[in-house]
């Protein structure tokens, strides 16, 4: 593509050089840069692209786009100076691929918690309904029944119109992805078209990128203060700054609620570990999915179709077919009667969320024990927060590990135990390996308790150390159940 065609409606602060050369890609990363390329320098937290101008140069860069023009500029190439790195990048990359956010229908969720579940029960319902739509989330990237690995929550601005170029060439007529406050804050959402965009929650969390929940807040409202007139702003009204979401919004507003009055109203009408049953909007229907969270997730699901103007009984039909999100209150069974619970909840919201909806079900016959960690490298000031929580909603808390990272998972057990009130120091123990942990679980219940398996859900390996090792909590359960029953 010409370079001039790439810079379309791009705010520049001047050009240097040749506008009409052809670019054979662009990159923002000067190793990946090769002949005829265009290298966007950008100035992150870690290092500034800046510094390695001419290093892409060397490796075949042709333009290059950057904040601060280099004091000797190389020949033969052109230098285009821009005010904002990141949020040109974002209008070139959609450039470069054709716009395709502009062929489909495309709906992004915002919020804390619910993220994943939403985007992909979205993905599900539209395949109920008979589309072949296209997801971008935290655990997989899908294009109708093809699946690739998802590296981050919210892809870079490049690979995202990638995913939306492969999707409108292979027929998607909608398309669904997760929007990350680390993504609206490095602009990876600029530059893309949003008909539809929903608001889960916000609670406590990335404290440590974002330092102040204010900071957080704001970043979340972006996504809707910049949709455009023609979309449609959906959010949580039982959140206390559902609201705040739109107050600056050109888009239509819209929101759902299980407590207070809304355009969409839930009620859950019946609820057991097998599932709900669930009214919107004065029709009762059923679905395998349990926990109040997951009618919020519904509600919101629900809420999105009725806007894109499907009719609600069809919506209802394609939602009861639903199956389970993996990691997400996913359950299983041992021979003697326990239940386990496998689940994501790795916020001091989420886990109180899964804890209310096990206790609202269970009927205090039944002990509940919690396995829990938090990850390392991470906000640490949930994690006194999360101790508090689980040791108040449990029967039994056993501490763990969860991703430690490259911390001392014994300083993070000590940040968890620190929330502990002392009335419930006779409720928690520290099994630092979270094998041995669960396994200590298994050897406490007896028949019909309930024992959650809390901070993973979907992932399947555990970092320590800066390395990966294999770990996925359901498996070790299963595997764990099959040799104590020999």
């Known amino acids: 593509m010409k370079l001039s065609e790439i810079l379309n409606n791009v705010k520049t602060l001047g050009t240097f050089g040749d506008e009409s050369r052809e670019i054979s890609e662009i990159v923002f990363d000067s190793r990946q840069a090769a002949e005829g390329a265009l290298y966007v320098a950008m100035k992150g937290t870690v290092s500034d692209g800046h510094q390695f101008i001419n290093s892409a140069i060397e490796n075949g860069a042709k333009a290059v786009v950057c904040e601060d023009l280099p004091e000797e500029q190389a020949e033969g190439i052109t230098f285009i100076k821009v005010e904002n790195s990141a949020k040109a990048l974002a209008k070139m990359a959609a450039n470069f691929y054709g716009n395709p956010s502009e062929n489909l229908v495309l709906v992004g969720i915002t919020g804390t918690n619910g993220k994943t579940s939403t985007t992909t029960l979205l993905f599900e319902t539209f395949k109920n309904l008979g589309f072949k739509p296209a997801l971008i989330s935290t655990v997989e990237v899908r294009i109708g029944d093809e699946a690739f690995p998802s590296t981050h929550t919210t892809p870079d601005v490049l690979t995202l119109n990638q995913i939306l170029r492969k999707a409108v060439d292979a027929g998607c007529e909608y398309a669904f992805m997760e929007v990350s406050s680390h993504g609206i804050h490095q602009n990876r959402t600029d530059g893309l078209k949003f008909k539809v965009a929903g608001f889960t929650n916000i609670t406590h969390d990335h404290l440590d990128y974002h330092k102040t929940f204010d900071e957080y807040i704001k970043v979340k409202k972006r996504f809707f203060d910049e949709l455009p007139a023609d979309a449609v702003a959906i959010t949580n009204l039982d959140d206390r700054n559902g609201t705040v979401m ?94 386990f619970i496998v689940d994501y909840a790795h916020t001091p919201d989420a886990l109180e969320n899964i804890l209310d909806s096990i206790n609202q079900i269970r009927t205090n016959n039944e002990r509940l024990i919690t396995v829990f960690g938090c990850g390392g490298d991470r906000d640490s000031a949930k994690r006194p927060q999360m101790g508090k929580i689980a040791t108040r909603k449990s029967t039994l808390a056993i501490i763990t590990s969860d991703n430690p990272r ?47 398996v809390a901070g993973k859900g979907h992932e399947n390996y555990q970092e320590i150390n800066g390395v990966k090792h294999h770990f996925d909590d359901k498996e070790v359960i299963e595997d764990l159940l099959k040799k104590m029953s020999k």
């Open 246 to 339: 739109l107050q600056n919004t050109r888009a239509k507003k819209s929101g759902y609620a299980l407590k207070t009055l809304a355009d969409y109203h839930g009620k859950i009408s019946e609820a057991d570990f097998n599932g709900m049953l669930l009214n919107f909007n004065g029709k009762e229907f059923w679905t395998a999915l349990t926990g109040k969270f997951n009618a919020y997730n519904l509600l919101l699901v629900y809420a999105v179709a009725c806007e894109l103007g499907f009719n609600a009984d069809e919506i209802l039909q394609a939602i009861s077919k639903l199956p389970r999100v993996k990691g997400r209150f996913e359950t299983l069974k041992s021979e003697s009667g326990i239940f």
């Open 406 to 452: 490259k911390e001392d998972p014994k300083q993070i057990i000590e940040d968890i135990a620190a929330g502990i009130e002392p009335q419930h120091f006779a409720k928690f123990t520290v099994i630092p390996d979270r094998m041995e942990a669960i396994k200590a679980a298994i050897k406490f219940a007896e028949p019909k308790d309930i024992v959650l």
